[in-house]
C-alpha cells in the first residue's frame, strides 16, 4: 500500500511540474541589445527599442494610432535564428488592433508608415519579459522583421498622415 502511494505522489508531483521551462535569458538579451545599439543603421529608442530601416514607403501615409487596426506581414524570431511565427509562412498578411500587441510592436507601428519595413529588435521588457511563451525563452530579445502594409483607422479618425 505504501508503495502505491508513493508511486501515485510521484506522479502527481510529476504532473505538477507541467513542461520543462527554458533558461531564462535576461543576461544574453542584455549583452546582445548594448551590442547591437552599437551596429550601424540601428536606432535606440530610449525605452530601449532598437530598429533598422530596411525600406520607406512614402512620407504621406498614415501613421497608425494606438486605437487602430494594422495590416502587416512579419517574421519574428529568436536571436539564435529560431522563427517562432511568420505570416509569410502563412502566406498571408495579418491584421490585428494595434492596442493588442506587444509594447514593442506598439511603439514603433506609431512611427511607421504604409511601406514602411523594419527589423525591430525588441528588448524582454517590451516583449514577454519574465514570462516564458511557447517557444519563447523568457527574458528573450524578439527580433521581428515587419512591413506595415496598411493602417485601418478606428471609428471617427480623420484619415491623413
Given at each position: 500500500?505504501a508503495?502505491?502511494?508513493?508511486?501515485?505522489l510521484?506522479?502527481l508531483l510529476?504532473?505538477a511540474?507541467g513542461?520543462?521551462?527554458?533558461?531564462?535569458q535576461s543576461?544574453?538579451s542584455?549583452?546582445f541589445?548594448?551590442?547591437n545599439g552599437?551596429?550601424a543603421g540601428?536606432?535606440?529608442l530610449?525605452?530601449g527599442?532598437?530598429y533598422?530601416v530596411?525600406?520607406?514607403g512614402p512620407?504621406?501615409?498614415?501613421?497608425p494610432?494606438?486605437?487602430?487596426?494594422?495590416?502587416v506581414?512579419?517574421?519574428?524570431?529568436l536571436v539564435?535564428?529560431?522563427?517562432f511565427?511568420s505570416?509569410y509562412?502563412r502566406?498571408?498578411p495579418t491584421?490585428m488592433?494595434?492596442s493588442?500587441?506587444?509594447?514593442?510592436?506598439?511603439?514603433?507601428?506609431q512611427?511607421m508608415?504604409?511601406?514602411d519595413e523594419w527589423?525591430l529588435?525588441v528588448?524582454?521588457?517590451?516583449g514577454?519579459?519574465?514570462?516564458?511563451?511557447?517557444d519563447?525563452?523568457?527574458?528573450?530579445v524578439m527580433i521581428?522583421?515587419?512591413e506595415?502594409?496598411d493602417?485601418?483607422?478606428?471609428?471617427?479618425r480623420?484619415?491623413?498622415?
Amino acid at each position: 500500500m505504501a508503495s502505491r502511494f508513493a508511486v501515485l505522489l510521484a506522479c502527481l508531483l510529476l504532473a505538477a511540474c507541467g513542461a520543462p521551462k527554458a533558461p531564462d535569458q535576461s543576461a544574453a538579451s542584455k549583452a546582445f541589445m548594448t551590442e547591437n545599439g552599437k551596429a550601424a543603421g540601428i536606432v535606440t529608442l530610449p525605452s530601449g527599442l532598437q530598429y533598422r530601416v530596411v525600406r520607406q514607403g512614402p512620407s504621406t501615409g498614415l501613421h497608425p494610432q494606438r486605437a487602430d487596426e494594422v495590416k502587416v506581414h512579419y517574421e519574428g524570431k529568436l536571436v539564435s535564428g529560431k522563427v517562432f511565427d511568420s505570416s509569410y509562412e502563412r502566406g498571408a498578411p495579418t491584421a490585428m488592433p494595434l492596442s493588442g500587441l506587444i509594447p514593442g510592436w506598439i511603439e514603433a507601428l506609431q512611427l511607421m508608415r504604409p511601406g514602411d519595413e523594419w527589423i525591430l529588435y525588441v528588448p524582454p521588457e517590451l516583449g514577454y519579459g519574465d514570462e516564458q511563451k511557447g517557444d519563447i525563452p523568457s527574458g528573450s530579445v524578439m527580433i521581428f522583421r515587419i512591413e506595415l502594409i496598411d493602417v485601418l483607422p478606428a471609428p471617427g479618425r480623420i484619415q491623413q498622415g
